[in-house]
Every structure is written in structure tokens, then in C-alpha cells.
RNA sequence: GGGGACGUGGUGUAGCCUGGUCAACAUGUCAGAUUGUCGAUCUGAAGAUCGCGAGUUCAAAUCUCGUCGUCCCCG
């Protein structure tokens, strides 16, 4: 349950606090990305320093390499990665959809490929609960099928049909195994594509099945902007207050200033990092390509308002060679500077709710961040 | 002194024998994409009057001669 704290009285915005077994987490939060338990080039040491509540880690990926019996010797996830703030895993739904090959997909579950080694794999909603009780993660998404964009509307319908029936079974298998003293929260994932009534129907159904959260799945695929938030304003308004909204793989800074606009509270994404390797930071003026020619003897940090370490250390010119080199030292330098800069973000966000001034907040930040068309 | 090989974008090469989209590929450079991960990949752009000069020809990076340069072998 999302113990509610604020809601902001021109916006859908709200505050709140989070209960896990881990942990208090101050709602709206974002969650760096640690694919294979490790936030790409960033330490746990780096997160905790710069406040990170939480962090995602991923099923499919684990569930390859190391592979489970190795986590079960750890005693989970957060043993392994000496990680002991809450962890949010996804459930591999998403990853069969966009890495895996030759994925075959019944009722029953879904038979895949490794993109790792080609091995052939099988995940079931409840085999996929159970990887996630192992992991012992304090979030578990359950087994959803990822509709495509395009997609036409015969296989968006299959795909909500599909995610209501694993979305079922997730959960009777769930509340059949849970242990008390995980306390795991399983979310419900809403899918459905770019058509407005399935993607009622999904949270219809999803919310009559009853989850401790829930999640807006099938965005980040390749959709529009607009669609993007056409799935939200189409979904959120049927989501109970007092549970937390997620909406899953979002997003760039400005798309996650608007959605906190629109209710939702939880966001991941691979962007601070996957950008910070290739080079990219972000700023609250818009994104700046530190390898263009432009920063070659640039003596200024990336952002003078930012007061991460490597803005009060490092130049633009120094980062630059770094990038340009192939040095992984610029990859993590960029990557922890995105990753404070989304982490300080949401502390910025979270504030202007409790003052009751988001809308205010959301004008300032669109006005002066640059969006690129 | 004698003989041989080679000179094509920043770099490394292909094309030459069998003249006919005046030029390809790799890399580098420049610019852009990247949304439940990707040190991946993709998309654009700029960049060579083919060492230089002359000749043959309707037409020369390509054939001939000269010249300059680099490298190798022999003395």
C-alpha cells in the first residue's frame, strides 16, 4: 500500500511513502536500471551517495548468467550484489519480447532462445515467481506478454487476453508461496497496446484480479510520445489512489516530469547509463553530446547548477578526450553524472508536491529544458 | 653506378593487366538516433582534379614517355 502524504491541487501529482520489507521509499521515485545486478558503471557505493532509494534488476538476465542455483548460494540477489536498499526485478516479459530470438509464445508460457548463447529456454508466470522469490527481490512484475508497435488490434487483444491469464496465475502462485518473512510485493502489468478499450479492459481486469501495484507495461517499444501518454491518461484514472502507479521503461527527464503530472509514481529506464556510455548528459537546459567537436577545450563541467563530483571536478574538454578515447573512465563519469542527475530530479519533483506547487514546477522545467524534436 | 617495386580522401587499401557511372572499401573525423540495457548497433555528412608533367585516344586513376619521391635488391 502507498501510504499517500501529498497530492498536488492543479496536477494528477502525488507524494507519498512506500512500505517495503527493505524500507521506507518516498514516492515518486526512479530506479536505476542494474540489468545484470550491477547499475552499468555505477557502484552501489556511487547510488548510495547519491541517494538512490532503489534499484531494478532484471529475471531474464539473471536467470541466464549467473543463473539461479548461483543466487540460491547467496541467499538472493541483495547478498550477491551487496545491495541492501529494495530491489525491483522485471519479470524477463519484456526482455523475451526484445532480446530473445525465436520466442514462441502459448498459454501455457513462453519458449525462447538466449541472446547470450542460444540456449532454449522455458518461463511460465509461475516459474518466473519463483526465479523472483529466489532473488528475493522486494518488487516482482510478473510474466507479461509485450505487445509490439506496430501491432494490429487482433494481436494487441491476445496479448491483454494472454497478460490477464498469466497475470492470474502470477498471483494464486504467489499468494500460494509467499513466505512472510520476504514480504515481496507483486505488481500487475497493463497492456494493450495503442487502443484505448483494451487498454481499459487490461486495467479492468488487472485491478479485479488485485495487485499491490501496478504498472503500465507495452510503452517504450518504438510508440509516439503521444501514444505514450495516451495509454496513461487512457489507464490511470481507473487505478486505485492508494496503490502505486509504474510506468514501466520511462523515460527521458521530460517525459518523467509530465507523467508524475499525470499520477504516475514509479519510473525506470536504461537512459542515464546507456546514454552516459555513448556519451550523453543530461542538463536541465536539454541533453548535451559531450563528444561533439564543440566541448574540445570546453574548461566548464557539464552542468554549473549540478553538484555531483564529476560537475565539480571534471571538465567538459577532460570528459570529452575521455569519450573520444574509448576510456572507461568517461563512460562512468557520464553515467554517474545522468544518474544523480535523474535521482536529483525526483527529489526536485517530490519537493515541489509537497509544496503544493507542481504545476509550477512542471512549467519551469519544460521551459527550460530542450527537448529534441 | 645497375636492377626492381610502389605513389589513389587524415590513415590503410581496392580499382590499373582487359581505357568508357573522374572514383570504391575499411578506419578516422563531423553530426544524429538510442526509453522494462547495448562498452552494442544504426542513420546521415564532410573529405581524393588518383605524386607531377607531357603524349596516345572521342575518352586516361587505368596505356606510353619523362620527372620527382619512397622502399627493396645487387655493386
Same mark, same amino acid.
Given at each position: ?13 502525488? /507524494?507519498?511513502?512506500? !512500505? ?63 545491495? #541492501? ?61 509485450? /505487445? ?27 499468494? /500460494?508461496?509467499?513466505?512472510?518473512? !520476504? ?12 487502443? #484505448? ?129 574509448? #576510456? ?15 535521482? !536529483? ?27 529534441? #524534436?
Amino acid at each position: 500500500m502507498l501510504t499517500l502524504q501529498y497530492q498536488d491541487p492543479n496536477t494528477k501529482a502525488r /507524494a507519498g511513502v512506500l !512500505k517495503t520489507s527493505r524500507g521506507e521509499l518516498l514516492t515518486p521515485f526512479f530506479m536505476p536500471v542494474g540489468t545484470n545486478a550491477t547499475v552499468k558503471g555505477v557502484s552501489n557505493e556511487d547510488l548510495l551517495e547519491m541517494n538512490s532509494q532503489l534499484l531494478l534488476s532484471n529475471t531474464y538476465h539473471l536467470y541466464l548468467r549467473p543463473g539461479m542455483e548461483v543466487i540460491k548460494k547467496f541467499g538472493g540477489l541483495h547478498n550477491f550484489m551487496g545491495w #541492501e536498499k529494495p530491489i525491483l526485478t522485471d519479470s524477463g516479459g519484456f526482455q523475451v519480447f526484445s532480446l530473445a530470438k525465436l520466442r514462441k509464445i502459448t498459454d501455457e508460457g513462453v519458449t525462447f532462445q538466449s541472446h547470450i548463447d542460444g540456449s532454449r529456454h522455458f518461463f511460465t508466470p509461475e516459474l518466473v515467481v519463483d526465479v523472483e522469490g529466489i532473488l528475493g527481490s522486494d518488487m516482482i512484475m510478473p510474466l507479461d506478454e509485450c /505487445a509490439p508497435y506496430p501491432c494490429e488490434r487482433k494481436m494487441a487483444e491476445e496479448s491483454v487476453r494472454r497478460t490477464t491469464l498469466w497475470a492470474r496465475r502470477s498471483r494464486k502462485h504467489f499468494l /500460494a508461496n509467499q513466505r512472510e518473512e !520476504k514480504k515481496q510485493m507483486l505488481f500487475g502489468i497493463v497492456q494493450g497496446a495503442t487502443f #484505448e478499450d483494451l487498454r481499459r479492459q487490461s486495467a479492468e481486469e488487472i485491478l479485479n484480479i488485485g495487485f499491490d501495484g501496478y504498472a503500465i507495461g507495452g510503452v517504450s517499444v518504438g510508440e509516439t510520445v503521444k501514444e505514450m501518454f495516451e495509454a496513461v491518461e487512457w489507464v490511470e484514472p481507473l487505478l486505485p489512489r492508494e496503490y502505486p502507479r509504474y510506468l514501466m521503461g520511462i523515460g527521458l527527464p521530460d517525459q518523467i516530469v509530465r507523467a508524475v503530472g499525470e499520477g504516475i509514481d514509479m519510473f525506470d529506464t536504461c537512459i542515464p547509463t546507456r546514454f552516459g556510455r555513448h556519451g550523453t548528459a543530461f542538463t536541465r537546459r536539454g541533453r548535451v553530446i559531450l563528444r561533439n567537436a564543440e566541448f574540445v577545450d570546453n574548461e566548464g563541467p557539464i552542468d554549473s547548477e549540478c553538484d555531483c563530483f564529476v560537475c565539480q571536478k571534471y571538465s567538459c574538454g577532460y570528459l570529452r578526450h575521455l569519450l573520444n578515447t574509448g #576510456e572507461i573512465l568517461g563512460l562512468r563519469f557520464v553515467s554517474y553524472h545522468n544518474v544523480h542527475f535523474y535521482l !536529483k530530479l525526483m527529489r526536485d519533483i517530490r519537493q515541489a508536491i509537497e509544496k503544493g506547487r507542481y504545476s509550477e514546477f512542471q512549467k519551469d522545467f519544460l521551459g527550460k529544458y530542450k527537448v529534441k #524534436e
